[in-house]
């Protein structure tokens, strides 16, 4: 059972990240936080998708001699790799429009906490 746990470190690792995520964006009221547990999770399944497409005695698939009959078996898909850059790219625009978003907010209403702004919201809307 302990080899079961230590054989995939990684992904309780990123469970225990995508939990903390998870409370940031659902439990925080403060809306900084909550970027703050979105970005946490997006980093979680980035782990995810490249811990699971690592490979064990695999290498980089460059072809070093011509003449020698390929082992597809025996080279990383380099694909979820690239794919996760790109999602590394989307997340950090993501949180940088989420933040300016945020600057804007606090300039309007003075506050960043998720209730007191709905309060404030409510009331302007009834003016």
Excluded: C
Excluded at 28 to 57: D, M
Excluded at 67 to 95: C, D, F, R, W
């Amino acid at each position: 059972m302990i080899e079961f746990f230590l054989g995939h470190y990684a992904y309780w690792f990123v469970l225990i990240l995508l939990v903390i995520g998870l409370y940031g964006m659902i439990i925080k009221h403060n809306l900084v936080k909550k970027v703050i547990g979105l970005s946490i999770f997006q980093v979680a399944i980035i782990l995810f998708f490249i811990a699971s497409s690592t490979k064990w005695e695999a290498t980089v698939p460059v072809l070093a001699n011509h003449h020698e009959k390929i082992q597809a078996a025996a080279y990383i898909n380099p694909l979820p790799h690239t794919l996760m850059l790109t999602a590394i790219v989307v997340g950090v625009a993501t949180s940088g429009v989420s933040f300016a978003l945020l600057i804007l907010t606090y300039r309007r209403y003075k506050t960043l906490n998720e209730t007191e702004l709905l309060k404030r919201m409510s009331e302007e809307d009834a003016e």
